[in-house]
């Protein structure tokens, strides 16, 4: 097995008793926008706070009426919390340095799982993801997208329920044993546990399979779809409270008319959202390269490729239990021209790459319970979700 790497950033907090309140800053947020927001993301980066308050390892925020508000340090050296702020409002906190640390409640985590192929998992209150790996790709498995874990927003963060039965040894000794006696016993034990079964808390039900998934982005070469394999190494960056970050290293290769081809992954996923932030950089490439992001296309069920600000393109996806309703899929490319396209029975969204320019983009899911639910429906949600996180905050330090 190829070696993973694995770093934790995460859980920062902040501890009121070590904390020097007579050194805090105020920090306005002005929202000029015509949109509404509760509980955007505000990245506060570290070096505006260090000509205004003392070194430190960590901060604590409070709003108005002195309440503390969850918040994190990330590898990127950003603090970052939640805020609340209508339309033509400013909402204020105040920061203050501390010296210990705090865990507050987890919204978001994620990490690495060698005991079940090398799988990097993550999640939030309300959706959950998986990247296959280098164990995959050694059993010769071909599982090139992502993966989805429907989720009940109630249950909170259930991934390690999910898969410990899955990994256990135990677990399989008792399978093969009833499968010595029986096997309809041994598929009705597996079927007791399988993460892909509702047991209540959730389940993987999304057939993925050699496909980009949820919304792998892929360099296309001429009509065809160059997929990558599974990931050679993986760190997380950041574990929550707030934020899971998780960079991926793939395997050189050559694409088109360029050799030697690196890929390097980072993806990023927020408490309270639906969406994964993703950037991919392509280290060695020497030529312009097209890029292709997206999903499968299943069935004849309606998708959204209309051209859009947004670069959007979504669509109702069947999962492997009809029971289990669908997954509302969304990709967006916003910071870039492209076109959607099909593909190889893939619905993408397609853009010409330069050497040295990353490809930023969005992805992300809703489970359909209500398979009235239309796709027009779905397309507004996820518009609305995404201009919500490129709309800025105006941010004033005092």
């Known amino acids: 097995m190829k070696k993973v790497y694995l770093a934790v950033i995460g859980c920062i907090g902040l501890m009121a008793s070590a904390c020097a309140e007579k050194d805090s800053v105020t920090v306005e947020i002005s929202n000029d926008s015509d949109m509404d927001f509760h509980g955007k993301m505000v990245e506060l980066p570290l070096?505006?706070?260090?000509?205004?308050?003392?070194?430190?390892k960590s901060f604590i925020v409070k709003d108005s009426e002195g309440n503390e508000i969850?918040?994190?340090?990330?590898?990127?050296?950003?603090?970052?919390?939640?805020?609340?702020?209508n339309s033509g409002e400013t909402a204020s906190f105040s920061?203050?340095?501390?010296?210990?640390?705090?865990?507050?409640?987890?919204?978001?985590?994620?990490?690495?799982?060698?005991?079940r192929a090398d799988d990097?998992?993550?999640?939030?209150?309300?959706?959950?993801?998986?990247?296959?790996?280098?164990?995959?790709?050694?059993?010769?498995?071909?599982a090139y997208g992502y993966d989805l874990f429907f989720k009940y927003p109630d249950k909170g963060l259930v991934l390690e329920k999910l898969y410990e039965p899955e990994t256990s040894p135990a677990t399989?000794?008792?399978?093969?044993?009833?499968?010595?006696?029986?096997?309809?016993?041994?598929?009705e034990f597996i079927e007791s546990f399988s993460y892909h079964v509702d047991h209540g808390m959730g389940m993987?039900?999304?057939?993925?399979?050699?496909?980009?998934?949820?919304?792998?982005?892929?360099?296309?070469?001429?009509?065809s779809l160059s997929f990558s394999w599974c990931y050679k190494n993986a760190e997380v960056l950041d574990n929550g409270p707030l934020r899971f970050t998780v960079k991926m290293d793939f395997e050189p290769r050559t694409v088109g008319d360029n050799t030697n081809v690196v890929e390097h992954r980072t993806i990023s996923l927020d408490a309270g959202s639906?969406?994964?932030?993703?950037?991919?950089?392509?280290?060695?490439l020497r030529n312009?390269?097209?890029?292709?992001?997206?999903?499968?296309?299943?069935?004849?069920?309606?998708?959204?490729?209309?051209?859009?600000?947004?670069?959007?393109?979504?669509?109702?996806?069947?999962?492997?239990?009809?029971?289990?309703?669908?997954?509302?899929?969304?990709?967006?490319?916003p910071e870039c021209y492209g076109k959607a396209e099909k593909k190889q029975g893939h619905l993408v969204m397609v853009r010409d790459l330069q050497p040295g320019e990353s490809h930023k983009y969005y992805w992300g899911f809703k489970w359909q319970k209500n398979p009235e639910q239309n796709i027009d429906s779905w397309v507004e949600e996820v518009q609305s979700e995404i201009r919500g996180k490129q709309q800025d905050l105006k941010i004033t330090i005092r």
């Open 47 to 56: 070096s505006q706070l260090e000509d205004k308050l003392p070194e430190s």
């Open 70 to 85: 969850p918040s994190q340090l990330t590898y990127d050296s950003l603090l970052i919390f939640q805020a609340n702020v």
């Open 95 to 115: 920061i203050s340095p501390c010296d210990s640390v705090k865990q507050y409640e987890q919204l978001v985590a994620g990490r690495i799982y060698p005991e």
């Open 120 to 142: 990097v998992a993550w999640e939030n209150e309300i959706v959950g993801f998986r990247v296959y790996g280098p164990g995959t790709q050694n059993k010769g498995e071909r």
């Open 172 to 187: 399989w000794v008792k399978v093969d044993s009833l499968r010595a006696i029986d096997s309809v016993l041994a598929d």
């Open 204 to 223: 993987d039900c999304f057939p993925c399979g050699p496909t980009l998934g949820a919304g792998v982005a892929v360099p296309l070469v001429g009509d």
């Open 274 to 284: 639906r969406f994964n932030k993703t950037t991919v950089n392509y280290e060695n």
């Open 288 to 333: 312009p390269m097209t890029v292709a992001t997206g999903f499968p296309l299943r069935d004849e069920m309606p998708y959204y490729d209309k051209p859009d600000s947004l670069n959007l393109i979504a669509y109702s996806h069947p999962v492997q239990r009809e029971e289990y309703g669908r997954a509302l899929l969304g990709v967006a490319v």
